[in-house]
């Protein structure tokens, strides 16, 4: 019988920190989890996924409809904007931080917002098992932590590899939409997808335009601030054999 894993195999892209909550994000999850919150099956870690849980979407929104899926979606700005100015499709908040999940819930209640779900778990077992295949119309990953140091850089959520779990979740015809500010990071990105035979480019050019539908959030500013170009990417899924 092999060993049982006692931790991942491969490295993850956060560093687990359990910051202070206010009450009313405390609250949050006694308060709003019920609603917002999708209960995951854990495998060695708290954020893991147990690789036989599978997401049920037309049992958890209650329909079928378009599924949207924010990875990396830190206090929920450009997820809620999302779901509450479309109702009739579905979204899917990915995220491994407490406190930003907590302000997600928050925000989606008072804006009314019941079409969307959050994730408490490392977003490539999301993609890679929980979801189910082909699920997503869209996947976004905008402003992913860069690991800019070098000997960091094998964290970085978009490396090799990455595109195994991304062509699973994403439906034929489905768009994979990036963004960062780290240059060197934007360059990796092209690289990985541009050599990924599942994904085209959907943009021409030698980047995307600017996604219209990502609200401008504190780490868009904070690039911004500090000089440095936004670089958007989309890659557009291709047909399964």
Same mark, same amino acid.
């Given at each position: 019988m092999?060993?049982? !894993?006692?931790? =991942?195999?491969?490295? &993850? /892209?956060? &560093? !687990?920190? %359990?910051? =202070?909550? /206010?009450? +009313?994000?405390? =609250?949050?999850? @006694?308060?709003? +989890?019920?609603?917002?919150? @999708?209960? &995951?099956?854990?495998? @060695? +870690?708290?954020? %893991? @996924?147990?690789?036989d849980a599978r997401l049920d979407p037309a049992a958890e929104y209650g329909r079928d409809a378009d599924l949207y899926v924010e990875i990396g979606s830190g206090q929920g700005h450009a997820i809620v904007a999302a779901a509450s100015a479309r109702p009739d499709d579905d979204f899917l908040a990915v995220e491994v931080f407490r406190a930003g999940l907590a302000r997600t819930m928050l925000d989606a209640d008072r804006a009314g917002a019941r079409n969307l779900r959050v994730v408490e778990a490392n977003a490539p077992e999301v993609l890679a098992s929980f979801l189910p295949e082909a699920a997503a119309r869209e996947v976004w990953i905008f402003f992913p932590d860069p690991w800019h140091k070098k000997r960091h850089t094998k964290r970085r959520l978009i490396r090799d590899g990455f595109g195994d779990a991304a062509a699973r979740a994403i439906r034929d015809g489905g768009l994979l939409r990036l963004a960062t500010d780290w240059e060197d990071y934007a360059l990796q990105m092209r690289e990985v997808l541009d050599a990924d035979p599942r994904f085209e480019r959907a943009f021409d050019g030698e980047w995307a335009e600017r996604f219209k539908g990502r609200v401008m959030t504190a780490f868009e500013r904070k690039g911004l601030a500090k000089g440095r170009d936004i670089r958007d990417l989309v890659y557009r899924r291709k047909p399964r054999a």
């Open positions: 092999p060993e049982p !894993r006692t931790f =991942r195999d491969e490295p &993850v /892209s956060f &560093v !687990r920190r %359990s910051g =202070r909550m /206010s009450e +009313a994000q405390d =609250r949050a999850f @006694v308060d709003l +989890a019920p609603q917002y919150l @999708v209960d &995951v099956p854990r495998d @060695v +870690a708290w954020t %893991s @996924v147990h690789p």
